[in-house]
């Protein structure tokens, strides 16, 4: 039962253009929203996170957007840069208990 | 504080063998989680602890599996009788102030059973 979908296991954006990141969600009880950003050999990297009392939180070039009536959440990054190429991690929790349900990543490759 | 450490970094063990991780969070992250990924996976949920308590267990974790966090500080994952099937990235993850960043998550150890 994958809770948190990432439907898009690829994603291939230019240098400069905006990367749109999607992730879908079933269980109605998620209150607290998650990215991570993941490079080969290394642990996941927290990136931004959004509460399900927001519709948006931004962080410099990252900016989170909540659908709580679709459950749906996408992760916009503007602009998009090299180094940002790695797999991007959607990810959920109930409450305080801070227990992270994953997606399936998306692996972003952002290009010259 | 250099992070989240994992030790060992690989680990190729034989099918039937006992092998044991060890992470050693953030010294002020009272909370310690671990995890485990599968090729093409995220991460999924095996344990967490608050201090030395081990408050939630997933039904992934069998009886092969234990983990402890003595002291409240460095926390240890042993699988016992190692099958192929539990060939992983078993990754550790500390925090302190989750719902403001979330977890630091370590470098993992990759486990492959032959």
């Known amino acids: 039962d994958q809770q948190v979908k990432q439907n898009s296991p690829s994603l291939s954006v230019q240098e400069g253009r905006i990367s749109i990141l999607n992730c879908d969600y079933t269980?109605?009880?998620?209150?607290?929203f998650l990215w991570y950003k993941k490079y080969p050999a290394e642990g996941p990297t927290f990136l931004i996170s959004?509460?399900?009392?927001?519709d948006k939180n931004e962080d410099g070039r990252f900016t989170v957007f909540l659908n709580k009536s679709a459950k749906h959440l996408s992760l916009h990054i503007v602009p998009s840069q090299p180094g940002d190429s790695a797999v991007y991690f959607c990810?959920?929790?109930?409450?305080?208990?801070?227990?992270?349900?994953f997606g399936t990543g998306t692996r972003l490759q952002v290009t010259l | 504080d250099t992070g989240v450490s994992q030790d060992p970094r690989h680990k190729i063990t034989k099918r039937g063998q006992n092998v044991t991780f060890r992470c050693d969070p953030i010294?002020?992250?009272?909370?310690l989680y671990w995890y485990r990924q599968t090729l093409g996976q995220g991460p999924e949920f095996l344990t967490y602890?608050?201090?030395?308590?081990?408050?939630?267990k997933s039904r992934l974790l069998s009886d092969r599996f234990s983990a402890e966090r003595p002291k409240g500080s460095f926390s240890t994952l042993e699988i016992q009788r190692t099958e192929q099937g539990d060939s992983a990235m078993y990754l550790c993850?500390?925090?302190?102030?989750?719902?403001?960043?979330?977890?630091?998550f370590g470098s993992g150890t990759r486990l492959t059973v032959v």
């Open positions: 993850a500390s925090s302190s102030d989750f719902l403001n960043y979330g977890y630091t």
């Open positions: 269980n109605s009880m998620f209150d607290y």
């Open positions: 990810a959920a929790s109930t409450g305080t208990a801070s227990k992270l349900t």
């Open positions: 602890f608050q201090n030395e308590a081990q408050l939630e």
């Open positions: 010294s002020e992250h009272n909370r």
């Open positions: 959004i509460s399900s009392i927001k």
